[in-house]
């Protein structure tokens, strides 16, 4: 999706109908997905007085996944998305928490400043997905943890793969509706996979912990550490 379609409809559900269609497709969803989804979280291994950055923190559903003594900058690019955020870290009490609108291509941090760099149902959503991951390699210090939980093309599932290739183009301009709704539009046919591949060629990174799932288009989801 490019991006003033992006900002149009997580803009748009940010304040309406994002909330309770997340809660929806989570309650929906394999008990493997939750599971890896934990699993992302706990492999970062988040170390007291340790500086994490979420890239794509949308409403800050994530959020009371930090540790209270790690501090933590979410980035997103749609101010709607951030605003929620922010009133969501208020309701759980956070002050360690930075919130900034900024495209997710171009990162406005040093080098090698978190100890973490996290990012969830974010890849699939942006035009550029090899620069945002390259952004997050940048950032973060060497020796620390980049996590990813994202939308994927099912490589190892021709089935599920023939659907996302029926639907990719609708769900790349109009997304998903929910209760009438535009909710989410995303790239059905990201590559992650090969993502995360040509980074860790590239930058010479290793990963420590990988989970494919490729249940169906809705459920077609890998994680990376």
Same mark, same amino acid.
């Given at each position: &999706?490019? /991006?003033?379609?992006?900002?149009?409809?997580?803009?748009?559900?940010?304040?309406?109908?994002?909330?309770?269609? /997340?809660?929806?497709?989570?309650? !929906? #969803?394999?008990?493997?997905?939750?599971?890896?989804?934990?699993?992302? *979280?706990?492999?970062? +291994?988040?170390?007291?007085?340790?500086?994490?950055?979420?890239?794509?923190?949308?409403?800050?559903?994530?959020?009371?996944?930090?540790?209270?003594?790690?501090?933590?900058?979410?980035?997103?690019?749609? &101010?709607?998305?951030?605003?929620?955020?922010?009133?969501?870290?208020?309701?759980?009490?956070?002050?360690?928490?930075?919130?900034?609108?900024?495209?997710?291509?171009?990162?406005? *941090?040093?080098?090698?400043? *978190? +100890? %973490?760099?996290? @990012?969830?149902?974010?890849?699939?959503?942006?035009?550029?997905?090899?620069?945002?991951? +390259?952004? /997050?390699?940048?950032?973060?210090?060497?020796?620390?943890?980049?996590?990813?939980?994202?939308?994927?093309?099912?490589?190892?599932?021709?089935?599920?793969?023939?659907?996302?290739?029926?639907?990719?183009?609708? /769900?790349? !301009?109009?997304? #998903?509706? *929910?209760?009438? !709704?535009?909710?989410?539009?995303?790239?059905?046919? @990201?590559?992650?996979?090969?993502?995360?591949?040509? %980074?860790?060629?590239?930058?010479?990174?290793?990963?420590?912990? !990988?989970?494919?799932?490729?249940?169906?288009?809705?459920?077609?989801?890998?994680?990376?550490?």
């Amino acid at each position: &999706p490019d /991006m003033q379609t992006v900002l149009s409809v997580y803009g748009g559900s940010a304040t309406t109908v994002y909330g309770r269609f /997340m809660e929806d497709y989570v309650r !929906k #969803l394999e008990p493997a997905s939750r599971e890896a989804y934990t699993e992302l *979280f706990n492999r970062l +291994d988040f170390q007291p007085g340790q500086k994490a950055l979420e890239v794509g923190i949308g409403s800050g559903r994530n959020l009371h996944r930090y540790p209270l003594n790690v501090s933590l900058v979410g980035v997103d690019v749609t &101010p709607q998305m951030i605003q929620t955020a922010r009133h969501r870290a208020l309701e759980l009490g956070r002050t360690n928490i930075k919130f900034v609108v900024a495209d997710a291509t171009q990162l406005r *941090f040093p080098n090698d400043l *978190f +100890d %973490a760099v996290v @990012s969830t149902y974010t890849l699939c959503v942006t035009e550029n997905p090899e620069k945002v991951l +390259d952004e /997050m390699v940048r950032v973060c210090k060497p020796g620390g943890h980049i996590g990813l939980y994202d939308c994927k093309r099912a490589n190892s599932n021709p089935s599920v793969l023939k659907d996302q290739q029926f639907l990719a183009e609708t /769900m790349g !301009k109009a997304g #998903l509706f *929910f209760e009438g !709704k535009p909710a989410v539009v995303y790239n059905l046919l @990201s590559d992650l996979d090969g993502l995360v591949a040509n %980074a860790a060629n590239k930058f010479g990174l290793d990963v420590v912990s !990988k989970q494919a799932i490729e249940y169906s288009c809705e459920e077609c989801l890998g994680m990376y550490v």
